[in-house]
Structure formats: structure tokens, C-alpha cells
């Protein structure tokens, strides 16, 4: 945004100083309102005069324009005046752009602001251009045309004072979107802003890209081709006319992009009431046409050599096949033929037999009707009942046993197709199962297998290493007696081995005993009485060894039933331990000693 002027500088227009002021303290919906003041500001002074360039410059100055640019963007229906007040706010706009010199900020001006208020007014038009094609009662629709050519006034306003937005505008997806409609009003109304935008840039539409140029020239041919209204007409001729005098370049494009462009305004515009301005377009459309006239005999001529030579090359290598086609031809045409007798032929036969199953039928039916008639009159009056009764039953039975055979071969028929693919299956398994057999057979056979992956250069390579390493280390050679020398003392060794370790063994097997011995010897005497408590009894367990075995036997045995008796929440977690395993612990304290550094501890 622009900054106020300084003290320093020509003081600025107290109206337009007021208005700021009033802007700046008022709420965001009053503003609307107030922007629509510069309009009474900007006609008091005259058009191109230095008051109104002070004026505008101020309005720059004191960031209106801006305001003006921020209110078109809201949503118009919560303005003060909605949509005519958008209008006349973009007229506003454009008239403080038009006529603005700039001594600061100049290429923020024209490259930043002025194409940001031409697409505001773009993006403007363009709702009040969809309204106007909803809107239903006459009243709205007049008022939406009339605001939007409000907005467009505006546009071609703006585009005079600043030929450098003329490609903007051109490039924007907006005016594509203006243009490209089937309303005629505001299709008039769009061409006319074009109109105006070439006649004040003649060359905008070289300045734009490729595509753009030709979505405008087709959307000004289709107007031509889709639509009968002369006002359309008129309007798109008078463009294509601009185009073709102003941009020369663009005539070649016409002829050839659009072939039938001028068959079209020969035939359907000319006697419409623009015939002056048609005619001019035709002309300079022909004249075109007759510059490029010799190169195109040319090329028809070359054409016409290159079709001659392919024609005639065709034509010789057809007579060349020709005999053979003709037998191809004759053989097809028999056949067919012969094809077609059969089919009668088949098809006679089919009537005939039909015919003749027909007439039988008939004849069966008749003979049937005929002996239940002679049926009826031997039987009594009081069997009939009885009879009909049981012929509709055997026919009941007779009609379910047709159907239920149609209909299991119906069924037969549809699920012929999976029986196959079933057995197809089976046959395949049975292969596969037999293979597999036979390969397993094979392996258990043959133990010995080639290595896999080795190549007949690798296996060369390998054969060649072991012979230079058998080069390398050749083996020593050894006598018959010096072999059977080793053989000797190896036996011998190995009878010293087995000697030693079987002699080893029962010495662990002595040590063992006697450490059982000691322990046996050491529990009992520190389970013996004192010297003054001692019986005989007592003596004759040291002096024999079957009487301390013993005793440790009871101890256990009784420690053992001590163990079973103790109730269920003792053995809680004793469930994966085996029957015959007691606790150490249980088994130490009852017996009720423990040999801890030769003492005795309980």
C-alpha cells in the first residue's frame, strides 16, 4: 500500500482528506458506502486536468483505490447496495487507474496493482454475468445487464488508459470464460470489450501464447457456425475483420485453420445488414487464398504424380494376382452355394419331418379321444368318476416323468462342462503324483549325484588344480614292513589307552565309595548320643556297616512318609516334580543335621 504524503508536499484535497478519515474510523459495511463518494469527487474536476490528476494522486495516496479493490472481492450480497454498488465501484476504479501519474512506486503500480485490478473487474463481470443467465423475472435480468455493462465499460476504460494490460487481459482464464458463453446479450457486450481492446492494441493478440489465441478464434467461428442471430453475426464479423486488417499474420491462420469460413459467410450471413463488412472479410480472405494459390498447384500437381505412380503400381500387382483371385473366387462361390443347397435341403427335410410328427400326433390324439369314447360307454355311469380319476392321474404321472427327464438332462447338459474340467483335473493329478513317484524312486536309487551347476570348462579347472597340487605335495612312499611296524605300535598304544582309562574308572568308582563311606560314618556321628547317654546299642552301629546303611534307609523311609502326609497347601507348586524326589531342604530338616566346616549345626 501507498503511504500519505508528507508534510512537506503540496497539501492533499480536503474532501478526499475527509474521506480517508471517515474510512478509517467507520466499520467494515459502512465503507462501501462511503468509496462511492470519489465519484462525486473525480466529476468536479475536468478530465485530463491537473486538478484531477492531483485528485486521483491523492486517492492513490491515501489507499481508496485499494479499498475499492478489497470491497469488489467480498461477497456482494452483504454490501450496502449489492451488486450496483460492486458496479459502481469498479467504474470508480477504473476512472482513479485512468489518468494517475506516479512519481514513486511506479513498477509496483503497474505490475502489481493494475493487473490485480483488471482481474478484480474480470472475476466481477463473470459473477454478474452467471446471475444474469439465472436470473428468471425480466426486471432482474435488465438490471444485471445493465450493471454488467457497467463493469465492462470499466474494463475497455481501464484497457485505454493502459495498452500494457491488454495481453493480461487476453491471458486470463476470466475473459476466456466471459467470452465463451451462448447468451446473447452478453455475448455482445464481451466482443465489444474485444473490439475495443484490438483497436486499442493491435497486435494483443501476437503478443499471446498459442493456445489463447486460437481459443478466441474459435470461439468467434463457432458464434458464426452455432447461431443464426444477426446481432452475433455482426459483432463476430466486425472482429474477424479488425483481426484481418490489423494483424496480416493472422489472415493465413483464418484460411487454414478454418477451410469452410468462407462458405459459411458467403451462405449464411450475406443479406443480414452487414454485407459491407462481410464482403471486406471475404475479400481479404480470398486475396490470401489467391497469394498461396500458385503453391498449391504445385503441391497438386506433385500430388497428382504421386497418386498416378501408387494407382498404377496397385493396378499391375492386382493383374498379377488376378488369375489366382479368380479360382479363389470360383472356389468360394461354389461352396457357398453348395452350402446354401444343404441348408434347404435340411431345412425341407425339417418341415417335412415336423409334418409329419405333426400329423401323427393328430392321428394319436384321435385314436386316443376314440377309444376312451368306446371306453366310456362299456363302463357303468357309477365308475366313471373312478376312471377319469385315475387317467388324470397316469397323465399327472406321465407329464412329471417327461419333465423331470427334461430337466435332468438340462441339468446334465449345463454341468457337462465341469464334469470334464473335474476329470481333466484328475487325469492331470494322477500324472503329477505318478512323476513325482517315479523322481523319488530315482533319488533313493541313485546315491550319488553329479554337482550341480559346474560347467565342463569349471570341472576342467578343478581337475587341473588337484593335479598341480598333487605335483605340488606328491605322497611319500612307505614299505609293506614299515606299515605293518606302524600298525603294531598304534595297537599297542590303544591297548595302553583302554588299560589306563578302565583302571582310571574304578579308582572314581573306589573314591566314590569311600567318600559315601565317610559321609555315611560322619552323619551318624554327629547323630550319636554324648559318652554319658551311650548304650550298647549304640556301639554296635560304628562297629558294623550294614547297621549304618540301614539306619539312613529308615530315616529316609520315614522322611519319605512325612513328606506325603503334609497337607494340599504345602505341595502347592510341587505338581512337575516326580513322586520318588523329595526337597533337599525337607529331606535335610528332618533328618535334622547339617555339616557345615566340620561342625555340627541344628
Not at 416323468?401 to 465341469?418: D, E, T
Request: aromatic share 6%; proline share 2%.
Amino acid at each position: 500500500m501507498a503511504n500519505a504524503p508528507s508534510a512537506g508536499l503540496v497539501a492533499a484535497d480536503p474532501r478526499v482528506l475527509a474521506l480517508a478519515a471517515q474510512v478509517a474510523e467507520s466499520r467494515e459495511q459502512d465503507i462501501p458506502l462511503l468509496l462511492l463518494k470519489l465519484k462525486g469527487i473525480l466529476s468536479s474536476a475536468s478530465l485530463g486536468s491537473e486538478e484531477s490528476k492531483k485528485i486521483k494522486q491523492d486517492i492513490y495516496s491515501y489507499d481508496l483505490t485499494q479499498y475499492c479493490m478489497l470491497v469488489l472481492r467480498q461477497d456482494h450480497f452483504q454490501l450496502h447496495g449489492g451488486w450496483a454498488t460492486a458496479a459502481q465501484l469498479a467504474e470508480i476504479l477504473s476512472h482513479c487507474c485512468v489518468g494517475l501519474e506516479m512519481k514513486e512506486d511506479l513498477e509496483e503500480f503497474h505490475k502489481k496493482f493494475l493487473p490485480s485490478a483488471i482481474d478484480n473487474l474480470l472475476v466481477l463481470g463473470r459473477r454478474l454475468q452467471a446471475r444474469f443467465i439465472q436470473a428468471i423475472k425480466d426486471e432482474e435480468k435488465q438490471d444485471f445487464l445493465r450493471w454488467f455493462q457497467t463493469v465492462t465499460d470499466a474494463i475497455c476504460w481501464l484497457l485505454g488508459g493502459h495498452i500494457q494490460l491488454t495481453a493480461c487481459v487476453l491471458q486470463s482464464d476470466h475473459f476466456l470464460q466471459l467470452l465463451i458463453t451462448d447468451d446473447v446479450e452478453t455475448a455482445i457486450l464481451m466482443m465489444s470489450v474485444l473490439h475495443n481492446l484490438l483497436k486499442v492494441n493491435s497486435s494483443a493478440l501476437l503478443q499471446v501464447d498459442e493456445e489463447t489465441l486460437h481459443s478466441v478464434l474459435d470461439e468467434l467461428v463457432y458464434k458464426l457456425s452455432s447461431t443464426t442471430n444477426p446481432a452475433i453475426g455482426n459483432a463476430a464479423t466486425k472482429l474477424l475483420l479488425v483481426v484481418a486488417k490489423f494483424c496480416k499474420q493472422l489472415v493465413k491462420l483464418l484460411t487454414t485453420r478454418y477451410k469452410g469460413l468462407k462458405g459459411l459467410l458467403s451462405k449464411q450471413w450475406t443479406g443480414k445488414g452487414f454485407d459491407r463488412d462481410l464482403s471486406q472479410l471475404l475479400d481479404l480472405l480470398y486475396l490470401e487464398q489467391s497469394n498461396g494459390k500458385g503453391e498449391m498447384q504445385r503441391q497438386h500437381q506433385a500430388a497428382c504424380v504421386i497418386q498416378a505412380m501408387w494407382r498404377g503400381f496397385q493396378t499391375r500387382k492386382r493383374l498379377k494376382k488376378l488369375p489366382h483371385a479368380v479360382t479363389t473366387l470360383q472356389r468360394s462361390f461354389r461352396a457357398k452355394r453348395e452350402q446354401e443347397l444343404q441348408h434347404l435341403k435340411k431345412q425341407k427335410e425339417d418341415e417335412a419331418l415336423k409334418l409329419q410328427m405333426q400329423l401323427q400326433r393328430q392321428r394319436s390324439m384321435r385314436l386316443f379321444h376314440e377309444r376312451q369314447l368306446a371306453l366310456l360307454k362299456i363302463i357303468h355311469a357309477s365308475q366313471v368318476d373312478k376312471y377319469m380319476e385315475e387317467m388324470e392321474r397316469k397323465s399327472a404321472l406321465t407329464i412329471q416323468r417327461f419333465w423331470r427327464g427334461y430337466r435332468a438332462r438340462r441339468n446334465f447338459h449345463q454341468q457337462r462342462q465341469s464334469v470334464k474340467e473335474y476329470k481333466a483335473a484328475v487325469v492331470i493329478q494322477r500324472a503329477v503324483c505318478k512323476f513325482l513317484e517315479k523322481r523319488r524312486r530315482r533319488r533313493s536309487l541313485s546315491s550319488w549325484k553329479d554337482p550341480k551347476g559346474l560347467t565342463d570348462e569349471q570341472r576342467l579347472a578343478l581337475q587341473q588344480k588337484v593335479d598341480d597340487y598333487i605335483k605340488l605335495h606328491p605322497a611319500s612312499q612307505m614299505s609293506e614292513e614299515r606299515s605293518k611296524e606302524l600298525h603294531m605300535q598304534a595297537q599297542e598304544k590303544l591297548a595302553q589307552f583302554l588299560l589306563r582309562s578302565r583302571l582310571d574308572q574304578r579308582a572314581a568308582q573306589r573314591r566314590e565309595t569311600l567318600l559315601a563311606q565317610v559321609n555315611t560314618d560322619v552323619e551318624l556321628l554327629m547323630n550319636a548320643p554324648g559318652l554319658a547317654e551311650t548304650t550298647e546299642k549304640d556301639l554296635d552301629v560304628f562297629m558294623s556297616r550294614s547297621v549304618p546303611v540301614a539306619t539312613k534307609a529308615r530315616q529316609s523311609h520315614n522322611t519319605m512318609l512325612k513328606y506325603t502326609r503334609w497337607p494340599w497347601w504345602k505341595k502347592l507348586g510341587d505338581e512337575f516334580m516326580e513322586d520318588d524326589v523329595i526337597p533337599d531342604d525337607d529331606l535335610n530338616a528332618e533328618l535334622g543335621t547339617l555339616f557345615i566346616g566340620g561342625r555340627k549345626s541344628c
